[in-house]
């Protein structure tokens, strides 16, 4: 038998994601502020050319900008 997440198409980082944000939402006000904070995620990368860094740029940010880019072109 499937493990029932398997059998709706998530993949175990996406299950454990939505199971970890249930079990935050489920906490009282001050634990579960606490709780939202360590589940934050600040991530950056930076592109190299030529051996030299480019900008460094937060990976939520570059998402909503290619997200918010492929709706344009599609409209």
């Known amino acids: 038998m499937a493990f029932a997440w398997k059998a709706s198409g998530l993949t175990y980082n996406k299950y454990l994601s939505v199971a ?3 079990v935050r939402r489920s ?3 001050d634990k579960r502020l606490a709780a939202e904070r360590r589940g934050e995620m600040e991530l950056r990368f930076a592109k190299w050319n030529n051996g030299k860094q480019g900008e460094m740029k937060s990976v ?3 998402n909503a900008a290619s997200m918010a880019e492929a709706g344009t072109q599609s409209s």
């Open 60 to 62: 939520a940010d570059a």
């Open 20 to 22: 970890a944000r249930v």
């Open 27 to 29: 906490l009282k006000d």
